[in-house]
């Protein structure tokens, strides 16, 4: 129940980064998610904590607060990390490469979607891996032998 409403506020926060005209009611939306997953966080943690931490990390970028999206991203990756959470902490690590991309740090940016890559390949989202994987070789320009060697490494 809590990955469905972070899919819904997820599909929001995107309508509200890319709609400039209609970005405070897709925000309105998100934050009426963002509260009943805190209210779902205090009752049960172990289940709806990572999933706040994500989008309220989203929420909080989309708004430009940087800094406190940054914490949580971390804080969603070590929730996510102590659950067992594998979806969660690739959606998390995914989300917060593409954060430091649009500030501008493109290295770090790259480590952490690599990484997001490599926890989408163990929960066996292949698909999903493969498109991040072309989004980063559209972001980053990654010349073919830097590519051959991540596949390398992979099949060992």
């Not at 954060?99 to 490599?118: I, P, T, V």
Request: with cysteine; proline share 1%; charged share 30%.
């Amino acid at each position: 129940l809590a990955s469905g409403c972070v899919v819904l506020g997820m599909r929001s926060l995107a309508l509200a980064r890319k709609n400039q005209r209609e970005r405070r009611k897709h925000l309105r939306r998100s934050k009426m998610i963002l509260r009943k997953l805190k209210k779902w966080a205090r009752l049960s943690p172990h289940s709806a904590m990572m999933y706040f931490q994500i989008l309220l990390a989203e929420t909080e970028s989309i708004l430009g607060e940087n800094d406190r999206a940054y914490a949580a991203y971390v804080c969603a990756i070590h929730v996510s990390d102590q659950e067992q959470g594998l979806i969660a902490n690739a959606v998390a690590k995914a989300s917060l490469g593409l954060h430091l991309y649009r500030l501008g740090n493109k290295a770090q940016s790259q480590d952490m979607l690599e990484q997001a890559c490599e926890s989408f390949d163990k929960w066996g989202a292949v698909t999903v891996r493969k498109r991040l994987e072309g989004d980063m070789e559209r972001l980053f320009a990654i010349p073919a032998e830097r590519k051959e060697l991540r596949y390398s490494s992979r099949s060992m």
